[in-house]
């Protein structure tokens, strides 16, 4: 029977009851499959705040908190909450302009979404915070969130202990979505390095909100709550006081400070100038006095002590000897008639030393750092007769220096370290098309050529040498807290390498003979610590870069390396001072204080005016200055080129404005920066990341 037959009771029940079932199927597509309208409704009723856990504390060797954590926060908006906002209000409150204000929002949709918070302004001054914490209510889709803050109670270790900064698209993407957007990472330092141990775990809690946005509460009394879990601690070699100390005395210098312990490859002290106060990058201006000093040329953020790489000079030596003992080229007796020079090749190595009898063996050459005697030990290093051939004898020569921690880095627990350069086979065969002698390369015999160095490693090699032959990788965490078999990053660190143990003890003996004479009688006779047996040896490397189109003879560098005691090393010492003349002027004195400062943990009274004269003394070269100008001159111009913008560049053209004829009968724009001549003797670096100076190699 056809249904338009039955009852038109029957036809209405059937509607009713399609309908219904419509009904139930949407809402259950609504509530249970899709969701979208119940998480809607929790973002319009329920805020999300973020708990940002505290990051680990670093501790120093004595326990004291050298890295700590305070409190400021965040401003954090999410853009689909905040169409009904008091834009003026805020702007006003934030000294923007509503302009400022649409471009952050279009960012943070960008960066998180609509529907996510993202911070709008970041580390408010306590002030700031206070005002908007009283008027937050009127903005809604705004809400404040604490920040875990870093803090440097000493002030000191900047280059050590590094620095956070918000985890940017490239570091989301390579975590694989383990950070988000307003999360803060370890950009440098150990902050960086130990950031999976001291960045902790979020947490999240669930607040009420009311009708005019304002928080009322938890939301199911704290039930989907996740707490924060703050990061582990570390405990590191670090000595604070002996930091300080290093970061005083290379003040007003460019140059690098590192001292360890040869025992267990534990930092003590790593220094490098200029330097900077780590509290300028964190808290509200980080990004300002960032960028400040991104455009020093003198680059205050460079690590030189990991990153600087210069001729190691003089303190080569005592390598050169023992390769030249374990190789059986040289005895301790052996010597050599020097007069001021080296004759041996046809260039003339000269040797500051001229009197009859200061290289008559082994023991007096380091001693008074006879160059005579270590081109002559190098030459017959190469030439050795068991291997035919120099080539065979510069491959051998490369070998001793690897296993010195030369030419290669050595895995020290900061991110950016460099390797230095020990010139091999390669090198040489291409320079001189396979037709070179150990004449070629004699000036590596003191220290020069193409043999660069670290201050790091340039002190690891003198633990190896007072450890008789073994070393640990340098390093400055201990331990950290609750740490477990699963932690391996501290394992290679507890690891002893014996690279050269296999050379008789009584061969390291008469090298540090030979360095303790050069602090008792020899070229460090102002090192001298009443009471300690030190070992060092001095240098004086020659450098040169280019400035103004020419190559330059710069001042030479001053060079120190020591440990101390001879009888039970507890700590080993490198200095460099760049540009600053002989080794004994600045960086001997230098590593000295550091070597009283760390075994008597104190200074003599009479050693303050030491202390005082060095950390007074600015011996910057001058041309940084006239470089700084020039470099900035030509930024200005770029970002006029670029923008039109002539506030920049304005200081940088003649005082009286040029007219636009003269300015085409001399082929160049009106606005063009003044190309300022160097005065008499004064040379200047065109180009500072073109043409950079052979002993402070850096990334632009």
């Known amino acids: 029977m056809s249904v338009f037959n039955q009852s038109r009771s ?19 597509n609504l509530q249970v499959i899709q969701g979208k309208y119940k998480v809607l409704a929790m973002e319009n009723a329920v805020f999300a705040k973020v708990k940002y856990p505290d990051r680990g504390i670093i501790y120093d060797r004595k326990n004291r908190p050298i890295l700590n954590n305070t409190i400021m926060y965040d401003l954090v908006v999410v853009p689909n909450e905040a169409r009904k906002t008091d834009t003026l209000g805020l702007c006003d409150i934030l000294g923007i302009d509503t302009a ?40 809604p889709g705004f809400a404040l969130v604490e920040r875990p803050v870093r803090v440097y109670p000493f002030n000191a270790a900047a280059h050590i202990m590094g620095y956070i900064g918000e985890a940017d698209s490239n570091i989301i993407k390579r975590s694989g979505g383990f950070y988000h957007m307003g999360d803060y990472v370890g950009r440098s330092g150990l902050e960086a390095y130990y950031e999976r141990v001291l960045m902790g775990q979020r947490g999240v809690e669930f607040l009420l909100k009311d009708n005019k946005n304002r928080l009322v509460g938890n939301y199911e009394k704290g039930r989907y709550d996740t707490p924060a879990v703050r990061g582990r601690n570390l405990h590191t070699y670090i000595d604070i006081e002996l930091q300080q100390l290093a970061e005083k005395l290379i003040n007003g210098k460019l140059g690098a400070v590192v001292a360890l312990d040869p025992k267990t490859g534990g930092i003590l002290a790593m220094a490098s100038g200029p330097n900077y106060d780590p509290n300028t990058l964190t808290g509200p201006n980080k990004q300002k006095n960032y960028g400040r000093m991104v455009l020093d040329v003198k680059a205050p953020l460079l690590n030189r002590a990991i990153q600087g790489f210069y001729p190691p000079g003089s303190t080569y030596k005592p390598l050169g000897a023992l390769i030249g003992l374990d190789e059986g080229v040289i005895s301790p007796a052996s010597g050599i008639s020097c007069t001021g020079a080296y004759y041996g090749c046809n260039k003339v190595v000269r040797c500051t030393e001229h009197w009859q009898g200061h290289s008559a063996n082994l023991r007096l050459s380091i001693a008074w750092s006879c160059n005579s005697f270590f081109s002559d030990v190098f030459r017959k290093t190469i030439d050795n007769s068991e291997y035919h051939s120099s080539r065979t004898g510069l491959v051998k020569w490369t070998e001793y220096m690897h296993r010195f921690g030369l030419g290669h880095r050595i895995g020290i627990d900061l991110p950016s370290e460099i390797g230095g350069n020990v010139p091999d086979t390669t090198q040489y065969d291409k320079e001189y098309h396979r037709s070179w002698n150990s004449c070629t390369m004699v000036t590596i015999g003191i220290g020069q050529d193409k043999l660069t160095v670290t201050p790091l490693q340039m002190a690891n090699s003198m633990a190896i040498v007072a450890n008789k032959g073994y ?17 391996t990053v501290m394992k290679k660190y507890r690891e002893k390498h014996e690279v050269l143990t296999h050379i008789p003890e009584d061969v390291f003996d008469v090298v540090q003979e030979g360095m303790q004479d050069v602090v008792e009688h020899g070229t460090a006779q102002v090192a001298r610590i009443p009471g300690i047996n030190m070992c060092a040896k001095t240098g004086t490397a020659e450098n040169k870069t280019v400035l103004d189109g020419r190559v330059i003879q710069l001042k030479d560098n001053s060079m120190f390396v020591c440990f101390a005691p001879r009888e039970d090393p507890r700590i080993c010492v490198a200095v460099v001072v760049q540009n600053a003349g002989f080794g004994a002027t600045w960086a001997a004195p230098i590593g000295s204080l550091m070597v009283e400062k760390y075994l008597t943990d104190s200074l003599r009274t009479e050693r303050m005016a030491e202390v005082k004269r060095i950390s007074e003394a600015n011996i910057i070269p001058d041309y940084f200055e006239r470089l700084q100008y020039k470099t900035d001159s030509i930024r200005a111009r770029k970002w006029f080129d670029l923008t039109k913008d002539s506030n920049y560049i304005r200081k940088y053209l003649p005082r009286q404005r040029m007219n636009t004829n003269s300015a085409k009968k001399q082929n160049q724009s009106p606005a063009a920066p003044v190309v300022m001549k160097p005065a008499k003797g004064e040379m200047i670096n065109e180009n500072l990341y073109a043409k950079r100076s052979t002993t402070d190699k850096r990334n632009p």
């Open 100 to 139: 400022e204000y649409n471009k952050r929002i279009i960012e943070a949709r960008f960066k998180n979404g609509p529907y996510r918070p993202s911070i709008f302004e970041d580390l408010l001054e306590p002030q700031l915070q206070a005002r908007l914490d009283e008027n937050i209510w009127k903005f």
């Open 10 to 28: 029957n036809i209405i029940r059937l509607i009713f009851l399609g309908l219904f079932l419509i009904l139930i199927v949407q809402l259950f």
């Open 471 to 487: 070393f640990y990788i340098p390093h400055f965490v201990k331990n950290f807290e609750n740490e477990n078999e699963q932690d």
